[in-house]
C-alpha cells in the first residue's frame, strides 16, 4: 500500500463507520485494499501487525479495552491472551 501518503492523506477520516471481530491471519483483513483499519483489542496481550505501509510491528502489553490508532492491512500474530479483536472501518 506504498503511495497513501498522496491521495488518501488527504481524506482525512475522523470517525468509525463499521467494525467487524478479526483474528490472527495471513490473509489480508477484508477491505483493506485501498485503506488500513484501526483496531480495538478487548483482552490485551501482544499484537503483530502489518501496517498500511508493509512494514510488520508487534505491540507489546497492549490493555484491555485498548484502541491502536494505527491504520493496518493484517493482523498475523497474537500471543499473551490478546483476543476480541475488532478492526475499525
Do not use: W
Not at 491521495?7 to 488500513?36: C, L
Not at 497492549?62 to 491504520?71: E, N, S, T
Amino acid at each position: 500500500m506504498k503511495g497513501v501518503q498522496g491521495n488518501f492523506a488527504a481524506q482525512v477520516r475522523v470517525f468509525g463507520h463499521d467494525a467487524v471481530a478479526i483474528s490472527a491471519d495471513a490473509n489480508p483483513i477484508a477491505n483493506t485494499e485501498d485503506r488500513g483499519v484501526c483496531l480495538f483489542v478487548g483482552t490485551g496481550g501482544n499484537v503483530t501487525v502489518k501496517m498500511e505501509s508493509g512494514s510488520e510491528v508487534t505491540f507489546y502489553n497492549v490493555p484491555d479495552g485498548h484502541f491502536l490508532p494505527i491504520l493496518v492491512t493484517h493482523v498475523t500474530a497474537v500471543s499473551s491472551g490478546a483476543a476480541n479483536i475488532l478492526a475499525i472501518y
